[in-house]
């Protein structure tokens, strides 16, 4: 049985509470990308200036070394990781590259992501699908992208997935 604590980190919005199983350490977010299980740590980055983000989208590299939402878009990846912070254009720093935090997966992070467009079977695990509009889980009717497999089933909601375009892990840079 797994006991979980729930702690604010330092100065996250109260939507970025991190849940700590303590019997194996592992670290999981309480966003639409719930860290199911592998390796992640949190990295700040500068976020492109006047551009609105959510917390828990999926957030890319923009290509001049800037954090913004991605969508099922062309061009999307490599997925930077999950964002922790909204911006909204009322923000002090909406008009500033102010940096971030957002969680980066490892080659092994699986996510528990919501099927927010079409309807999940298990014949599709093991297939490629997009990522949602928004940038906040995955539609299972397109695999223009593929930027996200599907690796296993829990309902026709809820997807196992990993982020097959994230950034290149890299602990302690």
């Not at 989208?57 to 909204?86: E, H, I, K």
């Not at 909204?88 to 940096?99: E, G, I, L, V």
């Amino acid at each position: 049985m797994s006991v979980t604590a729930r702690k604010a980190v330092g100065s996250l919005p109260k939507e970025s509470l991190l849940t700590l199983k303590i019997n194996n350490h592992k670290t999981r977010f309480m966003n639409s990308f719930t860290i199911w299980s592998g390796d992640t740590y949190v990295d700040w980055a500068p976020k492109l200036v006047s551009t609105a983000l959510t917390a828990n989208a999926m957030l890319r590299w923009n290509g001049s070394g800037y954090l913004t939402q991605a969508t099922d878009a062309a061009g999307q990846n490599p997925f930077a990781g999950v964002g922790l912070r909204t911006v909204a254009s009322t923000d002090s720093d909406y008009a500033s590259a102010t940096k971030i935090p957002f969680v980066v997966p490892a080659s092994d992070t699986i996510f528990l992501a919501p099927v927010v467009t079409g309807t999940l079977t298990a014949a599709m695990v093991g297939t490629y699908c997009d990522l949602a509009s928004t940038g906040v889980g995955i539609k299972v009717t397109t695999t223009a992208q593929v930027g996200i497999l599907i690796v296993g089933f829990i309902s026709a909601t809820q997807a196992l997935v990993k982020i097959n375009s994230a950034a290149q892990w890299k602990p302690g840079a």
